[in-house]
C-alpha cells in the first residue's frame, strides 16, 4: 500500500507509527490512534448518511462506535492499519444495511399481517410472497412504503422527509405499488 495515503490531516505512515507505539504498550500512542480510527470512522459513515444510504446521523455514530469498538480488541493483531480499517468499515456498513433491510421485511410483513382480512388484499394473497418482493425493491421505494404504510404519512410529510415534491413521491408510490401488483401476478 501505499504510505502517503492521508486520511483527513493524517498518514497511513503515520497511524503505522502510532499503531506500532500502541502494540509496544505506549498509552498516548493508544488514545491518540484511536481518536484518529474514530474521526476516519465518523467522516466515512457520515458521508453514507448525506448520500442516504443511512437513516440518520446517530447510526452513523453507532457505527463509527462499532469500528473504534473493533479496534480496542483487535489493536494488538492488526498488521496493517489501513487495510484493517477499510475492510472493517465495509463490512460495518454492510453488516448494518443487511440487518435493517431484513427488520424492513419483517415489519412489512407484520404490518400486512396484522391488517383486516377483509381488506383489498383478498385473502388469497401471499404476504410472505409479498414481502419478498418488497425486500427486493431498492432502498428508496422501501422507503417511501414504510412511510406511507407503516408510518401512516400524508404525501406532503413523505415529500417534506425525503426533501422531494409531493407529485413525485405520489408517482413513484403508486408506480411501485403497480411493481409489486405486477409481480404477484
Known amino acids: 500500500m501505499n504510505n502517503t495515503k492521508t486520511y483527513q490531516t493524517f498518514t497511513n505512515s503515520e497511524l503505522t507509527v502510532l499503531l506500532n507505539s500502541a ?61 484493517w480499517l477499510r475492510r472493517v468499515l465495509f463490512l460495518t456498513f454492510v453488516s ?18 396484522d391488517k383486516d382480512p377483509q381488506s383489498n388484499f383478498g385473502d388469497n394473497i401471499d404476504l410472505q410472497k409479498i414481502a419478498l418482493i418488497v425486500s427486493e425493491l431498492n432502498e428508496s421505494k422501501q422507503i417511501i412504503i414504510k412511510m406511507r404504510f407503516w408510518e401512516g404519512l400524508k404525501f406532503n410529510e413523505i415529500s417534506e422527509k425525503l426533501n422531494k415534491n409531493e407529485a413525485a413521491v405520489k408517482k413513484m408510490l403508486y408506480r411501485t405499488l403497480e411493481e409489486i401488483r405486477n409481480k404477484l401476478e
Open 23 to 83: 502494540n509496544a504498550g505506549d498509552i498516548r500512542s493508544f488514545n491518540e490512534l484511536s481518536k484518529h480510527i474514530r474521526s476516519i470512522s465518523f467522516s466515512y459513515f457520515l458521508k453514507k448518511y448525506k448520500s442516504g444510504k443511512l437513516k440518520n446521523r446517530d447510526d452513523a455514530d453507532d457505527l463509527a462506535n462499532n469500528v473504534f469498538l473493533a479496534f480496542s480488541d483487535q489493536y494488538k493483531k492488526i498488521e496493517n492499519i489501513e487495510h
Open 96 to 113: 448494518w444495511y443487511k440487518k435493517q433491510k431484513k427488520q424492513l421485511s419483517s415489519a412489512l410483513y407484520e404490518n400486512i399481517a
